[in-house]
């Protein structure tokens, strides 16, 4: 069975940071790409980054690109995401997904992929 489990949401204060974990089981996880997507209230689910398999290749949406890190220790069966200088605008809950193939592949449909629980991220004053 797939299993996706994120932590590390939180309440932070505009400008803060968090680092969000994403610990996997039930697949080979260094075979897959890992995306980050995310849900603000009311809103449609976002995709966020992706990582390949090798972790030598990270895309961002334009919106975090600059202040979020992708990571990944495949021996770990890990994923990461790092968010620095964080914005209101980053309210929403976030999830781990697993790609459909190594790469990512930005005309995947993220909303079908495997995801976990999520983790709420909450910046506000």
């Known amino acids: 069975e797939v299993r996706l489990v994120e932590s590390g949401g939180g309440l932070v204060q505009p400008g803060g940071s968090l680092t969000l974990s994403c610990a996997t089981s039930?697949?080979?996880?260094?075979?897959?790409?890992i995306n980050w997507l995310r849900q603000a209230p009311g809103k449609e689910l976002e995709w966020v980054s992706a990582?390949?398999?090798?972790?030598?290749?990270?895309y961002y949406a334009d919106a975090v690109k600059g202040r979020f890190t992708v990571s990944r220790v495949n021996t770990k069966n890990t994923a990461y995401l790092q968010l620095n200088n964080l914005k209101t605008e980053d309210t929403g809950m976030y999830y781990c997904?697993?790609?459909?193939?190594?790469?990512?592949?930005?005309?995947?449909?993220?909303?079908?992929?495997?995801r976990g629980q999520g983790t709420q991220v909450t910046v506000s004053s």
């Open positions: 997904a697993k790609g459909p193939a190594s790469y990512y592949n930005a005309g995947d449909s993220y909303s079908k992929f495997d």
């Open positions: 990582i390949n398999s090798e972790g030598r290749s990270q």
């Open positions: 039930g697949f080979f996880f260094n075979h897959y790409a």
